[in-house]
């Protein structure tokens, strides 16, 4: 099975929050990584958490770091249109890491 | 700053045609450098990984080569496209801040096989 799952599809309204949620299965010490990735664009490093942290904010972006449960999740809070995106989750896997399949974000007026 | 260059950006390709891909980091030193695959509206594959000049590790064996001739160059190769080579390719280098995982991509190349 995928060692990094996200759902693939949310939907929200322009000035609501977003959540994008990712579960992961290795239990290694090391950084969680939330990549957006904007049509026929390559990936843009957003943040990243270490693994002892539970939680850390960058402006409107908000990480939270469930270490028991292996689940991140990614807040966006006032949600705008130019936040239309796929975001991924990147994860431990062995020495290296893995993306998850990607979460597309709709941002309705 | 460091910046990473990914050319083409678009191709268009007959079934059995070779390939190219050329990818060049600056502004930075004995990097990873990565090269993924993306089919439409999927996630990221990984395709080839280079922790130094010449040394290649394959993720996935398919029709696909890659060479890193140089320490800043990658390159993406096929000598006979297949249809199922279409995809967006994406180019990445990383780990020269210790943190795993910490990637700064191209811009990618769409490839179509016809």
């Known amino acids: 099975g995928e060692d990094v799952e996200q759902s693939l599809f949310l939907s929200v309204r322009e000035g609501d929050s977003s959540v994008i949620n990712c579960t992961y299965t290795?239990?290694?010490?090391?950084?969680l990584y939330w990549y957006k990735q904007e049509p026929g664009a390559g990936l843009q490093l957003l943040t990243y958490?270490?693994?002892?942290?539970d939680m850390k904010q960058d402006q409107r972006l908000t990480v939270l770091l469930n270490k028991k449960d292996k689940h991140l999740s990614l807040r966006i809070a006032d949600t705008q249109t130019g936040d239309s995106a796929i975001y991924f989750c990147a994860g431990p896997y062995g020495q290296n890491f893995v993306f998850g399949p990607g979460t597309r974000l709709s941002v309705l007026p | 700053s460091q910046t990473i260059h990914q050319w083409p950006a678009t191709l268009v390709q007959p079934v059995g045609s070779p390939l190219s891909l050329e990818c060049t980091v600056e502004g930075t030193s004995n990097p990873n450098l990565y090269w993924y695959r993306q089919a439409a509206g999927r996630g990221l594959q990984l395709l080839f990984y280079s922790v130094g000049i010449g040394q290649i590790s394959s993720e996935v064996p398919q029709n696909l080569s890659a060479s890193r001739p140089q320490d800043r160059q990658f390159i993406l190769s096929s000598k006979k496209l297949l249809l199922s080579d279409s995809g967006f390719y994406l180019c990445a280098w990383g780990g020269t801040s210790g943190r795993t995982g910490e990637l700064f991509f191209g811009e990618g190349s769409r490839l179509t096989v016809l």
């Open positions: 958490i270490f693994s002892n942290m």
């Open positions: 290795d239990s290694s010490s090391t950084y």
